[in-house]
């Protein structure tokens, strides 16, 4: 009895600190949704009055209509180009030896955990000696560089669960490495692919820290249009296009969950 007793106090204590957990991360979220609706000027929690009109606001400011186009121009490149550069990376390093195979696995790999505002920085330094121009070929390249380790690890996953037998018959009835590769292996990782690209496009359009230093006026990006308006306001329209944010990503998580299963995209037990 003491010892199912026990084992009872530990699951509800266990539960109960998850739960503390879940609603310490959710609260700034429930915070921001709360204020969104905000019918005063100045930001206050809890609100003294409700309206809808800093949703108006945030899809007709000029800057955020701005910024909008130029994030989707970004995401648009930086996750396809990074999709494609990812997926033959991916099926070399996995699929081929080669000399300092593992040395650039690990500087593709290196973005995950250098911070993303020392790649910024960096680009930024180097396009200054070089004077070079900050426009949408520089914002493209960073967000390629800082997107390929999903792709990487997405294809990654999907290449573990190929089977090789598969390819190696097609090889062995004449196909060349490269017809075998188009026409078995890319059909086959298709899902972990398009789930790769999806990661790299939601990563891309919310990446700030290392687009704060690269970007100008012309090409900056919806993120740091927000961080240029929060300096000079202190409505809750930021609270609404937040809102807005965390919706259409949940929504295309939801639907991209329900077709391609991305819980298994982030996952591998590479053995290598």
């Known amino acids: 009895m003491t010892r199912s007793l026990n084992d009872r106090l530990i699951t ?9 957990i879940l609603i310490f991360v959710l609260l700034p979220t429930v915070v921001v949704f709360i204020s969104a609706f905000s019918g005063t000027s100045v930001l206050f929690f809890p609100p ?4 809808l009109r800093w949703f108006t606001r945030a899809v007709n400011y000029a800057d955020f209509r701005h910024g909008l186009f130029s994030g989707l121009t970004v995401t648009a490149w930086a ?9 033959t990376l991916a099926i070399a390093i996995e699929r081929y030896a080669f000399p ?3 040395v650039l696995e690990g500087v593709l790999l290196s973005p995950l955990f250098i911070p993303h505002f020392t790649i910024g920085l960096g680009l930024l330094m180097l396009v200054s000696q070089l004077h070079l121009g900050r426009g949408y070929p520089l914002v493209i390249f960073c967000h390629i560089v800082l997107m390929l380790p999903f792709v990487l690890q997405s294809v990654y996953v999907s290449l573990q669960n190929l089977e090789q037998r598969i390819e190696l018959a097609a090889a062995s009835l004449g196909a060349s490495p490269l017809r075998v590769v188009w026409t078995i ?11 790769g690209w999806l990661f790299a496009a939601i990563l891309s359009f919310n990446e700030f820290t290392a687009s704060l230093f690269i970007t100008t006026q012309a090409t900056q990006t919806l993120p740091v249009a927000m961080y ?6 202190a409505d809750p329209t930021l609270a609404a296009l937040s809102v807005i944010y965390i919706v259409v990503t949940a929504v295309i998580l939801i639907i991209a ?4 299963g991305l819980g298994k995209i982030m996952h591998s037990d590479r053995g290598h």
Do not use: D, H, M, Q
């Open 12 to 20: 509800l204590a266990g539960r109960l600190l998850v739960a503390a």
């Open 100 to 102: 300092c195979k593992r």
């Open 48 to 51: 003294k009055s409700w309206s």
């Open 257 to 260: 969950n329900r077709y391609l």
């Open 185 to 195: 292996t890319v059909p086959l990782i298709l899902p972990g692919l398009l789930g």
């Open 79 to 87: 996750s396809t180009l990074a999709a494609i550069i990812g997926t």
């Open 228 to 233: 240029n308006y929060v300096r000079e306001f």
